[in-house]
């Protein structure tokens, strides 16, 4: 609970400002105003005080449109803004730009750690084997009090942050140049990232050469690769993006346009409505109340009714869009809060240094390289039978930062367990691109008599026996001495995996 008094926010400066709800409704206060004064000159007063009213009137009407044109103009131009991520800022706007440049231009990030770099040259070739074409854009979304949030997490090995900001999401697919699926919605963009190292702990932390590849210790590194001899300094290695993940919001922006519109359409409703009821009085009992006067109530009612009906219109529509799961599975709130906590108790006995942020990063990142490999008994990372051939339909997964735990195991100094997990996929199948809300049921292992190691990456591992470096996707077996690799030593691996649909 104390990390939460850590949280601090970057704030995100707009090119344009979006125009104030005051400015609408002054300018509506104005017309009122100018209106209800024109309308003395259809009262039985003299014809030069009718002129006079309708002229003073015209003119305060004529001022009030000229506001309310400008608050139109004001509202056109932030729309037709465009923001974009700022390299600038820091590693969550890098990567984003990173990100967008990788379905744009299949320019690799350089910002995230190998796994997540392998996960989308896998997807690419899923995509390339169905002949698809995806297009994926991701902005910040525009406002007043928009901006990076970020939660730090300190362990023995290095701190990692947790980044957070509403972005704005577009996303295609496209085969052969028809538009099969395309999809705008606002999300918050989670990103966990890895960043100043502890230095008394260099020695035992790996990391992959940025130039080379190889895996080597970080204390190494700063001296020299021993494969390609590459020195680096700290601010080349970290930081890391590890995680990444998307949950359904609403921008504050989005919510005030909601309670904007609705109470705009209701007090106009109300004022027409009263408006409307007046003249057929007036016509049926011959009302003899000043048009002036009755035109001024039916303001002062429509603004006080009208804009009480729309405060709960708007209050009972912004509720609903917090229910709004968008296609995906309910997941137990109770049960999905208590998980962290009972892994932390759970896998602290046997690993005191043990992340969650990292663990949720891991179990992450092999799942979906075992949905996207082309055959996943093929991974060192994968033990389980013949996956279900639903998965291979998938050609894009969002995973909603949930999970449960359904089963726990303890086998000799195998620790076995089942996770549920949520996600929003995105499924190719006869020429159609669907979404669906699953859930993915992991059951996972791994020899807890061996710690974790800090930077482990599948793509660029360590053989036990000589020390060389390889690529254990595929490889099990160490090209240099021939020796079988146990990934479990080291890492989680897939024992089972299924698709709940």
Not at 321 to 342: C, E, T, V, W, Y
Not at 462 to 472: E, L, M, Q, T, V
Request: with cysteine; net charge neutral.
């Amino acid at each position: 609970m104390n990390s939460l008094f850590n949280l601090t926010t970057q704030a995100r400066s707009n090119g344009i400002q979006p125009p104030k709800a005051s400015e609408l409704l002054q300018s509506a206060v104005i017309f009122a105003f100018g209106s209800t004064f024109a309308s003395v000159c259809v009262c039985n007063v003299p014809a030069l005080a009718r002129l006079l009213c309708l002229i003073i009137g015209g003119i305060i009407c004529a001022v009030a449109i000229c506001l309310f044109l400008r608050y139109c103009a004001k509202q056109k131009a932030f729309q037709s803004y465009t923001p974009n991520w700022d390299t600038k800022r820091g590693i969550f706007d890098r990567f984003a730009f990173e990100l967008n440049n990788w379905y744009a231009h299949e320019e690799l990030p350089e910002s995230c750690d190998g796994d997540t770099a392998y996960f989308l040259k896998l997807q690419r070739e899923r995509l390339s084997e169905k002949k698809l074409t995806m297009t994926q854009q991701i902005l910040p979304v525009k406002g007043d009090n928009c901006g990076t949030t970020t939660l730090p997490r300190k362990s023995i090995w290095y701190t990692s942050d947790t980044m957070y900001e509403t972005a704005c999401r577009h996303i295609a697919f496209h085969k052969n140049d028809e538009m099969l699926y395309q999809r705008d919605v606002e999300e918050t963009m989670y990103e966990t990232v890895i960043h100043s190292p502890n230095e008394e702990q260099l020695d035992n932390m790996l990391l992959t050469c940025p130039n080379c590849g190889a895996v080597s210790p970080v204390a190494e590194l700063t001296q020299g690769c021993r494969y390609c001899n590459t020195q680096f300094h700290i601010h080349n290695l970290y930081p890391r993006v590890t995680n990444l993940y998307f949950v359904r919001m609403n921008s504050t922006l989005k919510s005030q346009n909601i309670m904007r519109h609705t109470m705009t359409i209701c007090i106009a409703g109300c004022f027409l409505f009263l408006l409307i009821c007046s003249c057929i009085s007036y016509i049926k009992n011959g009302d003899t109340s000043p048009f002036p006067l009755t035109l001024l109530l039916c303001y002062f009612e429509a603004f006080f009714c009208g804009g009480i009906l729309g405060f709960l219109a708007s209050d009972i529509l912004l509720i609903a869009s917090l229910f709004d799961h968008d296609g995906r599975k309910r997941i137990p709130f109770f049960k999905s809060l208590n998980a962290r906590s009972r892994l932390k108790s759970l896998i602290g006995r046997y690993d005191r240094y043990f992340s969650i942020d990292k663990f949720e990063g891991q179990i992450i990142s092999l799942i979906r390289m075992a949905v996207f490999a082309k055959d996943p008994a093929s991974l060192t990372s994968y033990k389980g039978t013949t996956l279900d051939p639903r998965f291979h339909d998938i050609v894009e997964m969002t995973h909603i930062s949930s999970f449960v735990i359904q089963k726990v195991r303890q086998a000799n100094n195998i620790l076995h367990i089942t996770l549920r997990t949520w996600w929003i996929n995105y499924n190719e199948a006869d020429g159609k691109i669907t979404k669906t809300g699953d859930c993915i049921d992991v059951t996972i292992s791994k020899d807890i008599s061996h710690a974790d190691i800090p930077g482990f990456s599948i793509t660029s591992v360590n053989c036990h026996n000589c020390g060389g470096s390889f690529d254990a996707v595929r490889q099990h077996i160490c090209p240099y001495c021939q020796t079988e690799y146990h990934m479990e030593q080291d890492n989680w691996i897939i024992e089972d995996m299924k698709l709940i649909r």
